[in-house]
């Protein structure tokens, strides 16, 4: 049995991308220039399956093993994003599941990725993670370091840099997070017309606060339980 009701799915997923159109003409954008990453962090391989028989290309996964697991299974379908912590020795196997790392925080991993793409005869797609709001969360490279790690990773061969990565703190009110995506916005304004870098993508807003992000200049919302609705626990996996 599926473990949604096709319908269901369809209904959340269409209700997401009427809520992102909405907020992108706030923004003075079409919805075309939003793309959406299911986040399908704990659910089954079936759900990606539902997911890209929707019509969704792009989902995202935080743990390399997990979504080893899943592609096993999937094959090569779909586009699929490293929205986790990557260690550095889990760099390998990222490379043959991911097309794309979203989660850059250091030279040291960007250059093993970079290394292990050249290895493969292959480039790989990926942000830099920064942390807009540096007391809340671990990972990420604070704001006053992003404009040197762009440039370095920019040149390293086997990568495609496309622009940031952020997680704003959860707040139960999302306007509370505004600020933190107007920062990586405007952070990247500066950035780019500095260095003369096209970092086109902006990677902010989740569930809770998608539609602030997208108001805000977010070009890629990663959505997990507004669309899949609870996640599963990892065990049993
Ligand atoms: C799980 C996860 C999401 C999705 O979270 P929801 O609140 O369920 O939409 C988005 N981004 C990252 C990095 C995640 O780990």
């Known amino acids: 049995m599926n473990p949604f009701e096709e319908s269901i799915l369809q209904e959340r997923l269409m209700a997401i991308q009427q809520r992102i159109a909405a907020a992108a003409r706030k923004s003075g954008r079409e919805s075309s220039a939003i793309r959406l990453v299911a986040a399908t962090k704990?659910?089954?391989?079936?759900?990606?399956?539902?997911?890209?028989?929707?019509?969704?290309?792009?989902?995202?996964?935080?743990?390399?093993?997990?979504?080893?697991?899943?592609?096993?299974?999937?094959?090569?379908?779909?586009?699929?994003?490293?929205?986790?912590h990557l260690q550095k020795n889990k760099?390998?196997?990222?490379?043959?599941?991911?097309?794309?790392?979203?989660?850059?925080?250091?030279?040291?991993?960007?250059?093993?990725?970079?290394?292990?793409?050249?290895?493969?005869?292959?480039?790989?797609?990926?942000?830099?993670q920064v942390n807009i709001s540096a007391e809340a969360s671990k990972f990420g490279i604070p704001p006053a370091s992003a404009e040197a790690l762009t440039l370095e990773v920019n040149m390293l061969p086997g990568l495609e840099l496309h622009g940031f990565f952020t997680i704003a703190p959860f707040a139960d009110n999302p306007e509370t997070s505004r600020p933190v995506f107007a920062g990586l916005r405007?952070?990247?304004?500066?950035?780019?017309?500095?260095?003369?870098?096209?970092?086109?993508?902006?990677?902010?807003?989740?569930?809770?606060?998608?539609?602030?992000?997208?108001?805000?200049g977010s070009t890629m919302v990663r959505i997990g339980t507004a669309l899949l609705g609870q996640r599963r626990t990892h065990s049993g996996q």
């Open 91 to 128: 760099v390998h196997a990222a490379l043959h599941l991911f097309d794309w790392v979203q989660s850059i925080d250091s030279l040291a991993l960007a250059q093993a990725l970079s290394q292990g793409a050249t290895s493969l005869g292959r480039t790989i797609s990926v942000l830099i």
């Open 186 to 216: 405007m952070l990247r304004d500066g950035i780019q017309e500095r260095t003369g870098i096209s970092l086109p993508i902006l990677s902010m807003g989740m569930s809770h606060d998608y539609r602030i992000a997208v108001e805000e």
């Open 42 to 84: 704990s659910h089954p391989p079936e759900v990606l399956a539902e997911l890209f028989a929707l019509g969704i290309r792009d989902v995202g996964e935080n743990r390399v093993q997990e979504a080893a697991a899943k592609r096993q299974m999937l094959g090569s379908k779909g586009i699929w994003h490293f929205i986790g």
